[in-house]
């Protein structure tokens, strides 16, 4: 770190408003970048501002964690800050986006349900038990990936990539069916 962001954070530690203030006009657009690449396309839904205030409270409250002495930057540590407040903010949201909005995105009005309902049924037939075990619970049973890891006695990572293929393979099958949508995953 350089002399003058060693003094900012030497003044952040001592509570001191001031040095607040001049991080968060050094580093506001900064912060706000890397929150918007993460947060892109859920605008209408987050605060974007309110998670940028968020970034900058987290490191005024967690001002005595810093160590200089790691090295790295100042840029560096509230560019991993701002990473991580938005990732959570993210994750907190997947649990508010419905199946339908997450895997089919916005299909056409003409659909009805029960021509819907047979689409879908018929697409998850075609999965392994396995992968459309786990959509069923994730999406309709709205388990936890770490419920489910548990459950089935799986390091949580190999859940999440069997997720993810599960969606991926879902996805195909719709697309193949003439059912396309813009990738609203995780």
Do not use: C
């Amino acid at each position: 770190m350089n002399d003058k962001e060693l003094e900012l954070i030497r003044r952040l530690k001592k509570k001191d408003q001031e040095a607040l203030e001049e991080i968060i006009r050094l580093f506001h657009q900064y912060a706000a970048a890397i929150t918007s690449r993460i947060l892109y396309g859920q605008a209408d839904r987050i605060d974007m501002q309110g998670v940028i205030n968020d970034v900058f409270f987290r490191l005024w409250e967690h001002a005595d964690s810093i160590d200089p002495e790691k090295g790295g930057s100042l840029k560096s540590y509230i560019g991993a800050l701002a990473r991580n407040t938005a990732i959570a903010e993210k994750k907190k949201l997947r649990n508010t986006v419905s199946l339908e909005e997450d895997i089919f995105g916005n299909l056409p009005d003409q659909f009805h349900q029960a021509e819907l309902r047979s689409v879908i049924l018929s697409a998850l037939k075609e999965l392994k038990p396995e992968d459309r075990l786990i959509l069923l619970k994730y999406y309709f049973q709205e388990l936890t990936l770490q419920q489910i890891a548990d459950e089935w006695r799986l390091p949580l990572p190999t859940v999440k990539s069997r997720l993810q293929r599960s969606r991926k393979k879902f996805k195909t099958i719709l697309e193949e069916r003439g059912f396309s949508y813009e990738d609203h995953l995780l």
